[in-house]
């Protein structure tokens, strides 16, 4: 059975910084995407950075581009967001999810169609 456990939420002051992590278990994701999803409270949920196998190619929504850091190690089957510079308007459940083209879902607005997905954490950015 397939698990993802997201980790490292929290509560934070706007422009400090938080470090997510996601541990997949069950099977392992061999040419798999693994990513990086948020929902704010009222707003639906959001793409926010995706990561292709080898972690060669990186991907990020606008609105997270030079703050956020996304990155895998496939020995421990863990995904990871870095976030810096933190606002409040980045306060939302993250969750993890991996899918096989998590960017061309995205683009198909097709981005509710992950294969896994984590039951998420919550970051709380304060002003």
């Known amino acids: 059975q397939v698990q993802l456990v997201e980790s490292g939420g929290g509560l934070v002051q706007a422009g400090g910084s938080l470090r997510l992590s996601c541990a997949a278990s069950?099977?392992?994701?061999?040419?798999?995407?693994m990513g990086w999803f948020r929902q704010a409270p009222g707003k639906e949920r959001e793409f926010v950075a995706a990561i292709s196998w080898s972690g060669g190619n990186t991907y990020y929504a606008d609105s997270v581009k030079g703050r956020f850091t996304i990155s895998r190690d496939n020995a421990k089957n863990t995904v990871y967001l870095q976030m810096n510079s933190l606002k409040p308007e980045d306060t939302g459940v993250y969750y993890c999810?991996?899918?096989?083209?998590?960017?061309?879902?995205?683009?198909?607005?097709?981005?509710?169609?992950?294969?896994?997905w984590g039951k998420g954490t919550l970051v709380t950015v304060s002003s």
């Open positions: 999810a991996v899918d096989r083209d998590i960017l061309a879902k995205v683009r198909l607005g097709l981005g509710y169609d992950m294969d896994y």
């Open positions: 069950g099977r392992t994701f061999s040419s798999y995407f």
